[in-house]
Nanobody, 129 residues
Framework: EVQLQASGGGLVQAGGSLRLSCAAS?????????IGWFRQAPGQGREGLSC????????FYSDSVRGRFTISLDNAKNTVYLQMNSLKPVDTAFYYC?????????????????????WGQGTLVTVSS
């Protein structure tokens, strides 16, 4: 059974940093997967942030986080990370990770929630001003 466990959320002041983790089980990154991070603020839709390919390590970012967030993958730990720097109050949201089996193109998957096969539960990030 494929499972994704997101963690690392919390309360941080504006300008601070957090690192989110997405631990995968039921599959390994030796297989061809694309892992994405999304977020959803109260009353808003789900926003795609970043995506990484487990086969070639290619990455893509949305305009809203490019230059501030970095996605990475640790094959040994079967975990994907989202390093978030220079956080702003507008970054406050529930953050979710998702996996696409078959590894679609990261530049398209980054903004396409329907392209993913598996989702983890959300982890809350709150950025205070």
């Amino acid at each position: 059974e494929v499972q994704l466990q997101a963690s690392g959320g919390g309360l941080v002041q504006a300008g601070g940093s957090l690192r989110l983790s997405c631990a995968a089980s039921g599959f390994t990154f030796d297989d061809d997967y694309a892992i994405g991070w999304f977020r959803q603020a109260p009353g808003q839709g789900r926003e795609g942030l970043s995506c990484i390919s487990s086969s070639d390590g290619s990455t893509f970012y949305s305009d809203s986080v490019r230059g501030r967030f970095t996605i990475s993958l640790d094959n040994a730990k079967n975990t994907v990370y989202l390093q978030m720097n220079s956080l702003k109050p507008v970054d406050t949201a529930f953050y979710y990770c998702a996996a696409d089996q078959g590894g679609g193109a990261v530049q398209f998957l980054v903004s396409d929630p329907k392209g993913y096969d598996y989702w983890g539960q959300g982890t809350l990030v709150t950025v205070s001003s």
